[in-house]
């Protein structure tokens, strides 16, 4: 079962990877976007760490509502919105359990990708971060390491999409060929809970 | 209408001067919308390009006289940041809308409307209807 404790370090951990990742995200960014995506999320996830830390919430579902909250007020770009509600409608999802399962996170996270769909207006196959989080969402049932593993492959299989949302659209053609930033962070933000239930040998 | 029942009007650009221009703008071209409240939101809370939730939910919150506020905004995260606020619930005053319209010509439209005396409904229509106009 996984607690608060647990989510927490999920967040801590995603905040570590975004902050190695950072430059990569951006060089990602700025073939395709405005060259901001790395160093947007390592401001918000910095920022999600400061809080979770002085507020110190006691349920997973408050873990992810407060981490939302915190993206949606520093990031300043569309990826603050878009995780925010990922966390926040994940978290809601979650309800005030102490402790919740693999299925139920599943079936939580499901709901939270639900909630990026409507907000963005995108699908599977747009070249966004959708193109990550639906697969992993799909394979958790199998288990952590299926979810990072079907994340990193989405993410991977951006490249040859041609975009259709965001910014990246105005680019037409033009994207096709680049890995979208965004199905590499939620990539990462999927391999990083795969990570944290490995330390704890979920 | 009462000048303390206006509809508030804020405008949420990815830019500062931007943002400031157009409400100067919507004002200037409605003569006699002194009395109309037009808060602009724009850029990041350290003058940076982009997206304040904080600055989006403050400038709502200086216009609100109770009459409701609608809020225009320019591009991808500004469009999704008032989403995400109003999906909240508690961020934005009630009666906070985000209207679908061009920015430099639904702010226009929407702070004649409002000067006016029109109602949020009203405003919402005349700023949409700025679709409409073709300029070729």
Same mark, same amino acid.
Not at chain 1, 2 to 21: C, G, Y
Not at chain 1, 69 to 90: C, D, F, K, N
Not at chain 1, 148 to 153: D, M
């Given at each position: ?21 950072a ?7 700025s ?14 996830f ?19 509502t ?29 309800g ?5 399962g /693999?299925?139920?996170? #599943?079936?939580?996270l =499901? @709901?939270?990708?639900? %909630?990026?769909?409507?907000? +963005?207006?995108?699908? !599977? &196959? ?7 989080l ?24 951006? /490249?040859?999409l041609q #975009?259709?949302?965001? =910014? @990246?659209?105005?680019? %037409?053609e033009?994207?096709? +060929?680049?890995?979208? !930033? &965004? ?20 | ?28 071209l409605?003569?006699g ?11 990041t809370?350290?003058?940076?390009l ?22 225009l ?15 909240e619930?508690?961020?934005l005053p ?18 004649v ?10 405003v ?13």
């Open positions: 079962m996984l607690d608060a404790d647990f989510f927490r370090r999920w967040m801590t951990a995603t905040a570590a990877s975004v902050d190695r990742e430059e990569r995200l951006t060089a990602l960014d073939a395709i976007g405005d060259a901001d995506h790395g160093s947007n999320l390592q401001r918000g910095t920022a999600v760490t400061a809080v979770l830390e002085k507020e110190a919430p006691q349920t997973p579902g408050a873990v992810l407060l981490a939302g909250r915190q993206l949606i007020s520093t990031v300043g770009g569309a990826s603050g919105p878009l995780y925010g509600t990922l966390l926040r409608r994940t978290g809601k999802a979650l005030d359990a102490a402790e919740v /693999t299925e139920r996170l #599943a079936e939580a =499901r @709901a939270g990708v639900d %909630g990026v769909m409507t907000l +963005g207006g995108a699908a !599977p &196959g747009d070249k966004t971060m959708i193109d990550a639906v697969p992993a969402v799909d394979a958790l049932a199998t288990g952590f390491a299926a979810a990072r593993a079907a994340a990193e492959e989405g993410a991977q299989a951006t /490249t040859p #975009a259709r949302k965001g =910014r @990246a659209s105005y680019l %037409g033009r994207s096709i +060929g680049h890995q979208d !930033p &965004g199905a590499t962070s939620s990539a990462l933000l999927i391999a990083a809970l795969a990570d944290t239930a490995e330390a704890d040998g979920e | 209408m009462s000048e303390d029942r206006a509809v508030g009007i804020v405008l949420v650009s990815h830019s500062a001067e931007v943002a400031a221009s157009v409400a100067a703008l919507a004002k200037g409605s003569g919308a002194a009395a109309v409240p037009v808060a602009p939101a724009g850029g809370g350290d003058g940076g982009g997206t304040s939730a904080e600055l989006i939910a403050a400038a709502a919150a200086s216009v609100d006289r109770g009459a409701g506020v609608a809020v905004t320019d591009l991808g995260s500004a469009v999704l940041t008032v989403k995400a606020l109003l999906a619930g508690d961020e009630d009666g906070t809308r985000l209207v679908d319209a061009p920015f430099v010509e639904g702010a226009v439209a929407a702070v409307t409002a000067a006016a005396g029109g109602d949020l409904d009203a919402e229509a005349a700023a949409a209807e700025a679709y409409a106009y073709r300029k070729v």
